[in-house]
């Protein structure tokens, strides 16, 4: 029997997916497995029990990967099950900053009460007029599981897009229109469109083609067009916020749609804030639950591991052999040497292999023709670098 653990509330339509062999547990201490939304858990000790932590999301800022990836603890996301949640609100950010939906709105609440209201609002309408996004250009940085689609519904709107994504997949290079215009650099979109739309993680790097923080700043602010809009639904540090205010206040940029809110952001004029909405649909949860629950499950029942964000994606099929072992290690010289040594020693076949790296970690899957004694597990526990081994 599993235990998991959920660190906040997740859709029952994702917890149902376990089976008869797991159970929920409230003490965290005895969970093989965690989920979580929100809660942050940077402060947390690990038991040696935990095996994995499944983020039903795709932003993991709340998670110690390092200290998990150190203690063997393999991390998931759900990249892409809140697509569409975020597609929509992107969309909606773009007509509301485009038309004045929100100042309108607001505006009729101030002469609900007077019994002239219509004839108040046909006088007063004038001052919230806006433009249509029909026919205007949107660039899209980041054409991954939101950007993409992004993208062309944006096309089916009648706008002219622009595309930009070195890392673009070859699966996900399929999925986006042919009218897309491609384009290699951000500053590309920075010079030619009239909307502005971030879809990338956020990435600290000295490199200025690969760095995402504050890419959105004063410099690559100068070289937009007047009355830019621009819309923030992937990080709040993509943007810098100092170089947005001054940006508002001349005019540069007409409006800045954000959905992550800040001390500075919240209260800064010309700033359409949403409280982080992106996901908070009842489909994007259920969807992100789903996954979540999903990844779990192949990891601990085949050793298998689906979207990581700090171990390699790793796939072995099922085992059909007596038994599988899984390592996670560190990404070091000799250690393939030294596993396979330790069955050896104790004339044990390994019938299939599977090495992975990704940075400073690795993860093995050994299947082997007989039963492991504990004999075994304790001489790889005993191997410089490793840092977890199952026998499954």
């Not at 950007?147 to 999925?175: F, I, K, R, T």
């Not at 070091?332 to 390994?350: D, H, R, V, W």
Request: net charge negative.
């Amino acid at each position: 029997m599993y235990q998991y653990h959920c660190l906040n509330p997740i859709a029952a339509v994702g917890l149902n997916n376990f089976t008869a062999d797991y159970a929920k547990t409230e003490n965290a201490a005895d969970a093989e497995a965690f989920l979580v939304r929100s809660a942050v858990m940077h402060e947390m000790e690990f038991s040696d029990k935990l095996l994995c932590v499944a983020r039903a999301g795709a932003g993991v800022n709340n998670i110690p990967l390092a200290k998990c990836a150190e203690q063997g603890i393999v991390v998931f996301n759900t990249p892409g099950a809140n697509a569409n949640g975020v597609k929509e609100l992107a969309i909606a950010g773009m007509l509301m900053a485009s038309r004045d939906i929100v100042g309108g709105i607001n505006w009729v609440q101030t002469v609900k009460d007077d019994e002239n209201v219509a004839k108040l609002v046909e006088k007063g309408k004038a001052k919230f007029a806006g433009k249509e996004i029909k026919g205007k250009k949107l660039g899209i940085i980041g054409l991954g599981a939101i950007g993409g689609p992004l993208a062309n519904a944006a096309v089916s709107l009648g706008m002219e897009v622009y595309g930009c994504d070195p890392y673009l997949s070859v699966d996900a290079a399929w999925n986006i229109s042919s009218a897309v215009h491609r384009v290699k650099t951000r500053e590309e979109i920075f010079s030619v469109c009239d909307y502005i739309s971030v879809h990338t993680p956020l990435v600290e790097n000295e490199d200025p083609n690969v760095n995402t923080k504050k890419m959105i700043n004063k410099d690559t602010i100068a070289m937009m067009k007047d009355g830019v809009i621009i819309l923030n639904f992937a990080r709040d540090l993509l943007v810098d916020d100092e170089a947005m205010e001054a940006a508002l206040a001349s005019g540069k940029v007409a409006k800045y749609v954000t959905d992550f809110p800040n001390a500075k952001s919240a209260g800064m004029a010309g700033v359409i804030a949403i409280p982080h909405l992106g996901a908070s649909t009842e489909e994007s949860e259920d969807n992100c639950a789903v996954m979540a629950v999903n990844e779990i499950r192949e990891y601990i029942e085949n050793g298998n591991i689906i979207n990581s964000v700090n171990y390699p994606a790793c796939d072995a099929g099922v085992c059909k052999t007596a038994a599988r072992v899984t390592i996670c290690h560190k990404n070091i010289p000799n250690m393939l040497t030294q596993f396979t040594g330790a069955f050896s020693a104790e004339n044990i076949n390994i019938e299939n292999m599977v090495n992975k790296s990704r940075g400073e970690f690795a993860y093995t899957v050994l299947d082997v023709a007989a039963k492991v004694a504990d004999g075994v597990v304790e001489k790889l526990n005993a191997i410089d670098g490793v840092l977890k081994v199952r026998v499954l």
